[in-house]
């Protein structure tokens, strides 16, 4: 038996129960009943039974056995896939290579510990994604083992993406601090402010700031020694003849940049210390006088042979600087003025020279300007006096810096030396992201050297991810998207003003279209909310399981949709 629907001209259609049967060899068909008085969900639902299938009471019919957050997976699964992430590691498919790329994406999705990844990526669609269902933490450890044997491989397929002949590369050096004893934890410059042991890691990246190679180092290591290893790193490894190293002072110091003249083809720009400033302004080669017409000066000195050097003037800086060191001047007076407070009051038992003196120098070393100040101490005595010729010396250098380099002006006008040596500022934009919230590369929880250098070349990877994935959507974020593309047009000197689009988004917290802006922790939670839902229709063993994803919501829908393109161009 079976429903058939019979169409009238005029009229609504007509349904009718029919049974076909034989009759000399010929199929025939005749009506058994009129259905067209019934309502239109009654005749389907009989229409299935005729053709077998089983019905169950609506609380039976359909579960819903498991929901996994995906969306925000399937993002940042999205974005390693077409970059190639996966090939960059390794050529072929293996176990530890599914490894690396789920401690990268976890690294992204949700920073933790090796062992609480094994449990982290399995709340998500991650583990099925990739395979890596199960895992336990001491394969994780073997992968890392795994991947930094092939970190040195993998950087050359970086650079040979990113890096070309006569290219600009930036370098800096930054910091982590360890709670516990590492055989590379020393007692050195710590960037964190923090009194520990600490390693040190410089990050080598294009000029626009996309990471292409890292080196750890114990955390006694001072900045200007790791330079050798970079040149060495881009002339032989990645075979570059004509390169320009972009780095700051501290980094390219006088004595670093006279072993650079001698390699033939390796160019560098970087900036003068506020010491050298200043005796180019006692010589009379720079002065205020300069910028009058322009914030920005060539000038020439017989201490900088075959050199340029581009003198700029910011007024905004100037005016923070002296607002910064009178507010700081005047906190070391007032913790001053307490030390000789006490100093009077002790008159049973007066405090000693040495006493005083221990006192005074935990506040010069607070607020570092020790330079500013004459101390007089002595038995149950403390006074002190500025050194006011030395704070006006000083100030007549506020706003002022002096970029230095190599290059000629037909290669490298004086605006574009002055923007480029600024593009420093992506490097430690990725030190501020790799110690934020957004990767945590610290706590680290490895002891032993290459698990250390192993983690932080995974936390590098995956910066190298986010970096894409935050061109992508900067329009959704608190980030200006005409930035880059403005870059040129905009005066090196003075400090950036995004356009009045990007100016009217941060203030209305929406984009011209209507949409919520996010932090990138906060869209990535909300991509996390579409989720894979794991359906069973059915019971026993005539179940049937289906996997459903979630409608994405408009937000969600413009997301991808930004991530397509940027992936496209």
């Not at 050798?228 to 390169?243: A, I, S, T």
Request: hydrophobic fraction near 40%.
């Amino acid at each position: 038996m079976y429903i058939a629907k019979v169409r009238n001209r005029d009229s609504p259609p007509s349904y009718l129960l029919r049974e076909s049967y034989r009759e000399n060899g010929k199929v025939k068909n005749r009506t058994l009943a009129n259905l067209t008085h019934l309502p239109l969900g009654q005749i389907k639902l009989l229409s299935r039974v005729l053709k077998g299938e089983t019905l169950l009471p609506a609380d039976q019919a359909f579960r819903v056995t498991r929901s996994l957050p995906h969306g925000h997976v399937q993002a940042v699964l999205g974005m390693i896939r077409r970059l190639g992430l996966e090939h960059l590691i390794a050529s072929r498919p293996c176990r530890e290579r599914d490894l690396v790329v789920a401690m990268v994406a976890q690294r992204i999705l949700q920073p933790s510990s090796k062992l609480a990844a094994t449990r982290l990526w399995e709340t998500t669609t991650l583990a099925e994604e990739l395979g890596v269902v199960g895992t336990e933490v001491e394969e994780l450890y073997a992968a890392l083992d795994w991947l930094r044997l092939r970190q040195i491989r993998i950087e050359n397929k970086l650079a040979k993406r990113h890096l070309a002949e006569g290219v600009r590369v930036l370098y800096d050096i930054g910091s982590s601090y360890f709670g516990r004893t590492c055989v590379l934890a020393r007692l050195g410059h710590n960037r964190d402010g923090r009194d520990l042991p600490s390693i040190v890691y410089g990050v080598l990246t294009d000029a626009h700031g996309r990471p292409v190679a890292l080196d750890v180092d114990p955390g006694n290591t001072g900045d200007p020694t790791t330079v050798p290893d970079q040149v060495e790193k881009l002339r032989v490894r990645f075979g570059l003849e004509r390169v320009v190293l972009v780095g700051d002072r501290g980094m390219l110091t006088q004595a670093q940049i006279k072993q650079l003249r001698k390699r033939p083809g390796l160019g560098w720009l970087s900036a003068l210390r506020s010491k050298a400033i200043g005796k180019l302004i006692e010589k009379g080669r720079l002065e205020r006088s300069l910028f009058d017409e322009r914030n920005l000066a060539e000038i020439s000195s017989a201490d900088y042979p075959k050199e340029r050097l581009v003198a700029c003037f910011n007024p905004v800086l100037a005016e923070r600087r002296r607002r910064k060191r009178e507010e700081l001047l005047a906190a070391t007076e007032a913790k001053f003025g307490r030390i000789a407070a006490e100093v009077q009051r002790r008159t049973k038992t007066p405090l000693t020279k040495a006493e005083i003196g221990v006192k005074a120098g935990k506040v010069l070393n607070k607020h570092k300007v020790g330079k500013h100040f004459v101390l007089k101490i002595e038995d149950n005595h403390f006074s002190w006096q500025r050194k006011q010729e030395a704070i006006e010396k000083e100030a007549a250098l506020d706003g002022i810096y002096v970029i230095r380099g190599s290059e000629p002006a037909e290669e490298l006008s004086a605006d574009d030396a002055v923007r480029n040596y600024k593009r420093l500022a992506d490097v430690e934009r990725a030190f501020r992201t790799l110690k934020g919230l957004e990767l945590l590369v610290r706590p680290i929880h490895h002891r032993v050297e290459d698990p250390v250098r192993a983690h932080l070349f995974v936390c590098l990877l995956a910066y190298y991810v986010l970096w894409h994935m935050k061109q992508a959507w900067a329009p959704l974020l608190f980030a200006d998207e005409h930035f880059s593309e403005l870059r040129a047009a905009r005066d090196p000197v003075a400090p950036a003003k995004p356009a009045d689009e990007v100016r009217q988004k941060k203030c209305g917290r929406r984009t011209a279209e209507g949409c919520a802006i996010h932090s990138l922790r906060t869209l990535l939670a909300d991509l996390g909310t579409q989720c894979r839902q794991s359906c069973q229709f059915g019971d026993g063993d005539s179940a049937i399981e289906i996997h459903k994803i979630t409608e994405p919501t408009g937000l969600q829908s413009e997301a991808f949709r930004l991530l397509e393109q940027e992936l496209g161009t």
